[in-house]
T-cell receptor, first 111, second 115 residues
């Protein structure tokens, strides 16, 4: 059974700070990793995808992947109150469209 | 940006009744999916659909569930005899291509409440 684990939080950071969100996964052969943002009662929205070890930056967001440690993280720089949401880590489950999601980390950015 | 649309946004039904949840995927997309999220729980994969056939389904997608593309634009999820535990947010998603790196576009969801 493939699993994706996240700390449910809540993670509270002040406005302007760096928020660090972490995720571990159980299947060593997983190859594609995604971070989704989900506002309360809304659908998941893709923020970042990462497939290779190392860092990938997109604006204020940086995804980090370490396949040896089976660990994915998301850094949000200059956090804004509008970043307050639940962040879902997802791993490609090995068959078409089958994403395995973590339970999500709730982020709260305080003004 | 093109989007996946779902109707209705909320559906209330009595246990044992049939429900049909409707989705209009992005027009040039070929791969369609249903996911569900029980309140406070993980988003869970239900089924993938391509070329008028189910490609993959999870253990959740039992005989009570079916999917259909009745015409060139709609994609539906039918629950034949709803149970209390079917209460969840149901998300439709679509993608243009197949493959592990392909982006899934999610609809805004249908909140199903089974009483």
């Amino acid at each position: 059974q493939k699993e994706v684990e996240q700390n449910s939080g809540p993670l509270s950071v002040p406005e302007g700070a760096i928020a660090s969100l972490n995720c571990t996964y159980s299947d060593r052969v997983s190859q594609s990793f995604f971070w989704y943002r989900q506002y309360s009662g809304k659908s998941p929205e893709l923020i970042m995808s990462i497939y290779s070890n190392g860092d990938k930056e997109d604006g204020r967001f940086t995804a980090q992947l370490n396949k040896a440690s089976q660990y994915v993280s998301l850094l949000i720089r200059d956090s804004q109150p509008s970043d307050s949401a639940t962040y879902l880590c997802a791993v490609y489950g090995g068959s078409q469209g089958n994403l395995i999601f973590g339970k999500g980390t709730k982020l709260s950015v305080k003004p | 940006e093109p989007e996946v649309t779902q109707t209705p946004s909320h559906q209330v039904t009595q246990m044992g009744q049939e429900v049909i949840l409707r989705c209009v995927p992005i027009s040039n997309h070929l791969y369609f999916y249903w996911y569900r999220q029980i309140l406070g729980q993980k988003v869970e994969f239900l089924v993938s659909f391509y070329n008028n056939e189910i490609s993959e389904k999870s253990e959740i997608f039992d005989d009570q569930f079916s999917v259909e593309r009745p015409d060139g634009s709609n994609f539906t999820l039918k629950i034949r005899s709803t149970k209390l535990e079917d209460s969840a947010m149901y998300f439709c998603a679509s993608s243009a291509q197949e493959g592990p790196n392909e982006k899934l576009f999610f609809g805004s969801g249908t909140q199903l409440s089974v009483l």
